[in-house]
């Protein structure tokens, strides 16, 4: 960051404590962040641990996805359906932070350990629920998980070819949009509590989160249009061209021309700079009314070349485009590597994994060493000494018992 | 929300002075959100205005995008490019918390109003910027909109059926994950700000944002995995069966069973118990292996049956499922209206424009009334009087001067 950084700054979260109950990919994500701002995020699992572990393995081995959204945890297992469990964790919230869970409509409730139950304990504790539906409507006790959202959301109406049925976006977007949402209500709940010194429940659902993003389709609907819901990569009114994803030698090319001046740019790197005034193509709005002739003189023009060379070329010149990169070189993108948004971590045994950065860069606050993703109940003595107290003999106890 | 609200309770942001120089959805939807826990949004726009009042007509109208973006904001008109509009926003910053803008690369800087000179007027102020692409890396300089993000980050490869070429997700991800993220990224620098007294620069760029979304297929691909890189609606590893959209008799629905008990429930709803533990079906390895025939099975009875009442029937029975909405369908959803996410504020005149209800719930921070989206400096004279004690003859001197 070329920012006036305060010299000897300390990371905006440093000295909070989260529990972290959460799991699979909302709640994981929330917590992540908050780690790599410093606070100290307890992870804590049942017996079995998050199902994220295993989740795409028929094989039932834990996968990299796992690392990947839970760097920089301690790890805690912790049965929450035994009473002693609870006990346990009802004393770690008499001196934490936050706790956050996304469990199902009414988990929480059925363990016992609702809002009321832990701000008995800790009135500035704060906790951060992340849900499939809100709390009001008609849906509000149904499953839903990140697919559900997006169908019922509107976003399969709007993806897709229009000659093709709808499909999901291939990221779960409600899972994530909903996971940064949690950890925004969150922060806004500490700085609130600055004030009034006092914790507080904050929701978000899923449902509610993905639907501003169905601003511009919205605005359409409302505003009486009549093109097709799904417009496949042009624009999502058929408003602007050109606005289309390309082919090229190697794969394919985004490139917008959202402005006359873009238009001119491209115009000058196809070496048509004559195209650029012509009538009929001078304008977004004659491009518009010849969409398909404007998408067929750009497709000639970039089927002959590869898409790192247009990347540049177009980047240059200033034209707004960028290649449809494959998994194998969004793992390999510099660019990603440059802001340290895929990291490796070394663990134990010289075995190193892949983990996210942050994309949230606050001048004030510097970055934190990651350390790996826990294993189930992996600092869990350590913890229990450090935060309760217990002796050995206590955790024994407890461990036999299977409650830790 | 079912919390012990604390009486009396304040919205989380009554004070803060928000200087708002963004525009299009990234910055507005951050500040959108802000608007709702209470501050006081300031909406800067150009003589030209925020290009969204414009952005989806050919027709060169304001549409119902700016609305569902802008309302609660205040309008002021602010020739930046002028040197008395520099110094006006310049003393504005002076009383204000935040300043958020995402403009390309470079515009700040060029206008001179870098992070360094804000804080030379004010050392509390927080500059909060969206960017495409992070500060560092060979894209940094590139011009980015939501399209290029979603090519570059790996959305394009992962979205649509494997037999066609990659699609965009139909609603603009990039610009809207970096939004909340940029909300959350101010939060954070207002709590620090409580401890240090100071105020901060942070950024967020698109790219960096949208890349965590990614972490199921990158982890497929860190895992040496062989699926396709797009799935249609099916689980992106083709390891859960059911997982995908099933046709009804007026539409789609989407369907899945991530536990065996699921499975059950649906079997017992499709009136096919014996299926439910039959070899070849009981488990969902089994049923992955044979995905095509699962799918057939699903499909034959979905064919025959509306998505509502599917909908309510796998909701009560407990399986995870959601009809495939259309934007008809999701503005008169009881469920988008219930929770208040679309929302109807009165303007002069009777008329009535659709806006957003915020997503963040805070047990402790009340819902703020709602006025309607500012015109371009619609309230450009109150500001200045109220702000900067200006003078009617000074007001009139600086629009006439078109600095207002």
Redesign the interface.
């Known amino acids: 960051?070329?920012?006036?950084?305060?010299p000897g700054?300390r990371p905006?979260?440093e000295g909070l404590i989260v529990l972290d109950l959460s799991q699979l990919?909302l709640g994981p994500?929330c917590t992540m962040?908050m780690s790599r701002?410093g606070a100290d995020v307890i992870k804590i699992e049942p017996p079995g641990g998050d199902p994220l572990r295993m989740?795409?393995?028929?094989s039932g081995s834990e996968?990299?996805?796992f690392a990947?959204?839970n760097t920089g945890k301690r790890g805690l297992r912790l049965d929450l359906k035994k009473e002693a469990g609870k006990e346990l964790l009802l004393k770690l919230v008499e001196g934490a932070d936050v706790v956050v869970e996304n469990f199902g409509p009414h988990t929480l409730g059925r363990l016992g350990l609702d809002?009321?139950v832990l701000?008995e304990r800790n009135s500035r504790i704060i906790l951060a629920s992340g849900r499939g539906?809100?709390?009001?409507?008609?849906?509000?006790?149904?499953?839903?998980?990140d697919?559900?959202?997006?169908?019922?959301?509107?976003?399969?109406?709007?993806?897709?070819?229009p000659e093709?049925?709808?499909?999901?976006?291939?990221?779960?977007?409600a899972d994530?949009?909903?996971g940064?949402?949690l950890?925004?209500?969150i922060?806004?709940?500490?700085?609130?509590r600055?004030h009034?010194g006092?914790g507080?429940?904050?929701?978000?659902?899923m449902?509610?989160?993905?639907?501003?993003?169905?601003?511009?389709?919205?605005?359409?609907?409302?505003?009486g249009?009549t093109q097709p819901?799904?417009?496949?990569?042009r624009h999502?009114?058929l408003?602007v061209a050109p606005?289309n994803?390309y082919p090229v030698s190697d794969g394919?090319?985004?490139i917008?021309a959202?402005t006359d001046r873009?238009w001119q740019n491209l115009c000058g790197a196809m070496g048509r700079a004559e195209l650029a005034d012509r009538p009929g193509f001078a304008t977004?709005?004659e491009r518009?009314e010849r969409m398909d002739e404007v998408d067929r003189i750009v497709s000639e023009w970039t089927a002959g070349h590869p898409k790192q060379d247009l990347?540049e070329l177009l980047?240059t010149v200033?034209?707004?485009?960028?290649?449809?990169?494959?998994?194998?070189e969004?793992?390999k993108?510099?660019?990603?590597?440059?802001?340290g948004?895929?990291q490796e971590v070394e663990v134990s045994g010289g075995r190193r994994e892949?983990t996210?950065?942050s994309?949230?860069?606050?001048?004030?606050?510097p970055p934190v060493p990651v350390s790996p993703a826990p294993g189930i109940g992996s600092d869990s003595k350590q913890l229990l000494v450090e935060k309760l107290g217990l002796s050995a003999a206590e955790i024994e106890e407890l461990s036999d018992a299977g409650v830790i």
Chains 1, 2 share one sequence.
């Open positions: 960051m070329k920012t006036a950084d305060p700054g905006a979260y990919l994500y962040l701002l989740y795409r393995t028929a996968t990299a996805a990947l959204m809002y009321r701000a539906y809100g709390l009001e409507g008609p849906y509000r006790d149904y499953l839903a998980m697919l559900m959202i997006q169908a019922v959301a509107g976003v399969l109406t709007t993806t897709g070819f093709n049925p709808p499909v999901k976006a291939g990221v779960p977007i994530m949009t909903a940064i949402h950890m925004a209500a922060a806004v709940a500490l700085y609130q600055t009034t006092c507080q429940h904050v929701m978000v659902a449902h509610d989160c993905l639907l501003p993003s169905l601003s511009s389709p919205l605005a359409a609907w409302l505003d249009g819901e799904r417009t496949g990569n999502s009114g408003a606005y994803v394919w090319i985004a917008l959202l873009h977004n709005s518009a990347f980047g200033g034209v707004p485009a960028a290649p449809v990169l494959s998994l194998a969004v793992v993108d510099p660019q990603v590597r440059a802001q948004m895929l892949v996210f950065g994309p949230l860069r606050l001048g004030a606050s």
